[in-house]
């Protein structure tokens, strides 16, 4: 069951170094867009849409490859929480 807690953000998978990640990694749980940095021009991210365990599983693979700064991902609470944190 996804609980939608967790979420990429989307121009930074639309990068040409990014797009095997995007391909392979994020693509088969991508979900719905979210703005999760309304002050931001590029604040969109997906949500990943499958179960906590293995959006983690996702973000930590991720940090092995890529560093923060080259693609931001981010968690927030509770589906319905309405801030995100940068992870």
């Known amino acids: ?13 639309s990068e040409v170094n990014n797009r095997i990640v995007g391909t392979y990694l994020v693509g088969p ?3 719905n867009s979210v703005d999760v940095d309304p002050k931001k021009v590029d604040g969109i991210a997906v949500i990943l849409d499958c179960d906590d365990e293995r959006a983690q599983a996702i973000v930590d693979v991720i ?4 560093k923060r700064h080259e693609l ?6 509770t ?3 309405k801030t995100w944190k940068k992870i």
Request: proline residues 3%.
């Open 79 to 81: 589906p319905t929480a």
């Open 1 to 13: 069951m996804s609980s939608g807690c967790y979420a990429v953000n989307l121009g930074d998978l």
């Open 29 to 31: 749980v991508m979900g």
């Open 63 to 66: 940090r092995i490859k890529r």
């Open 72 to 77: 931001r991902c981010y968690v927030r609470k």
